[in-house]
């Protein structure tokens, strides 16, 4: 049997002792062991749950007793979560988590600290929800040099995009639905402004490339400033807007090219598969120099889904207890050494607001850009054009709407 100990009792803490609780024999059945469930660290008490006689309130209970060799933290945030992190592994105990903020900020940290101590720290839950992501990359594609990744990474965007287009759904309504599902972050903030996208990212882009960017310096845009007209437009060309972390090396025949990250949403055209990854679906291209494309599906966010690649690292580290496993060294680095975003070649959606009539404005920006699409009707009172251009820049692009008008959006067109 092997005890473990749960930080966190909230959605994704409860989901890994329903699945525990459901699933004991069948995970004995694959390892040889059961998995017990020692502790419960929450600030809150459950007198109703059928653990709830598990729970203690001091994380040094934990870290004293040597029977717990494999601690699961779910607690979110990075204080204390951290810190209980690396005091376990300080203490000898293999650590996994569903937790991408303390990944994708203290991962390279903390994998050294638990290579020290000859323990693991796996965290498949951290991106992508139940969808195995990060064992394939590590693994599964480890012979490739990885060129890119691609991926709708946040469930409650996805579902709020997705209730905007089908449903005509408002931003409001569509937000507390996914909240009530359980889909959301604590503070929801972190989903619609793309951050809990940006750590997602930073993490691939680690396991793709060996260093872990700071999130705090990477381009990130949300999905708040997305209006109806946007998603009428993207429809009007050819596509559904969906929130992409983005991260990849400039030539892709050359490592030392330096690698590129955003988030920001997109325009996916309805023939790359990406476009009907639709509500709680995430979805993630991996695009390796000998695989060629390889794509990940499944649901990113709500309990179950997500419980179910806590316990997987869980069983991974009992069915190789014994084994000496290789540990990947990321380095930390600023973002700062990204290449920058607004150099990266790109056609864009977008919306202005004109001070000239519409013919003089169609006439200036196909001064610019000969091969504009414009998707706004003649209409001699429009104040508003919307247009797609061919390949350019944000930089190049800024510089020539300099000339035309004031910007109201720019969505990037994503490239093949
Ligand atoms: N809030 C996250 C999401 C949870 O909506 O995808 C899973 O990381």
Redesign the pocket.
Known sequence: MTNIALLGLGVVGGGVAEVISQNNDTIARKTGEHINIKYILDLRDFPDHPLGGRVVHDINTILADPEVTVVAEMMGGSHPAYDYTRAALEAGKHVVT?N?EVVATFGAELLRIAKEHHVRYLFE?????GIPVIRPISSCLAANELTEVDGI???????ILTQMIQASKSFEEALAE?QQKG???RN?A??VEGI??CR?ICILSALAFGKLFSPNGVHTEGITAITGEDVANAEAYGGVIKLIGRTGLVDPSDPASGVFMLVAPHVIPHDNPLSGVDD?F?SILVRGNAVGDVMFYGR???NLP?ASAVVSDIIDIIAHKDAEIFVPDWTSVSADELVAQQTLPYAFLVRVRIDATYDAACEQIRSVYPGVEILTNSDAYASVLSFVTPQTTESELKDALSTIGEAVSLIRIMPE
């Open positions: 569903s991408k839950a951290s991106v992508g929800g990474l946040n469930g409650t965007t996805n579902y996914a889909y959301a972050e929801p972190a989903d809990d996208s997602k709680v995430n990113g966010a709500g997500t």
